[in-house]
């Protein structure tokens, strides 16, 4: 599959769990970042990187930590995570800098029990 | 603070009826404007931007600054048309900003 591709697509996990979410690029953008689409809320922007330096912290909660080791690939680490935490998170990237389209991944669905 | 409104959260069209979406926003700066699409088991992936002024799937968009709004209109409305549809604002820092969300519902 090209573009941006995500795994795993759904996720189960209980609260004492530590689990990773993957994304990866195909597009040699330089941008990348996490959403958290709730069932309730409208898309929310959690993290954004730019040539793998964070440049965006959306106040997200200690417990998702994203780690970006190359401009391909964007993780975000979760542990003791909350019921509420159950959503959807998106992967975008895009090749950066303002007028830049940001293109999606299929999403991750996390269930937290 | 950017925020994004899409006050509808749900329109019921009739197959070759217009169809039109609200979007308004607050951003004290210049801002872009976007149009993403979700059809269902899809993933989410860009319309239109204002920039392009550009017709995509018959679907346009004017930015209207005066009235801080950016709606989304077609003329005559297709099953296919029916999907979730996000209004967003990118800010001078590349952050996104996305409305609630309308679902669309294109009846035949």
């Known amino acids: 599959e090209t573009g941006v591709t995500q795994t795993p697509r759904h996720l189960v996990m209980g609260m004492t769990n530590k689990k990773s979410l993957k994304c990866e690029q195909h597009l040699g953008h330089n941008a990348m970042y996490w959403y958290k689409q709730s069932a309730k809320k409208p898309l929310e922007l959690m993290f954004v990187y730019n040539f793998k330096e964070q440049t965006e912290n959306n106040s997200v909660p200690s417990r998702f930590s994203p780690e970006c080791p190359n401009s391909s690939h964007l993780f975000l680490h979760l542990h003791t995570l909350q019921p509420e935490d159950s959503a959807l998170y998106l992967c975008?990237?895009?090749?950066?800098?303002?007028?830049?389209?940001?293109?999606f991944g299929p999403g991750t669905r996390l269930l937290v029990l | 603070a950017q925020r994004v409104t899409q006050p509808e959260k749900l329109l019921s069209v009739f197959k070759g009826a217009p169809v039109e979406l609200k979007c308004n926003y607050s951003y004290s700066g210049s801002p872009e404007l976007f149009w993403y699409v979700q059809y269902s088991r899809q993933r989410l992936q860009l319309l239109l931007r204002h920039i392009s002024r550009e017709s995509i799937k018959g679907f346009t968009a004017d930015l209207n600054k005066g009235e801080t709004s950016f709606h989304l209109k077609k003329p005559f409305a297709q099953e296919e048309d029916s999907a979730m549809y996000y209004c967003a604002l990118k800010n001078a820092g590349n952050k996104l900003t996305f409305g609630g969300g309308t679902r669309v519902l294109v009846k035949p």
């Open positions: 975008a990237s895009s090749a950066g800098g303002l007028q830049e389209t940001q293109y």
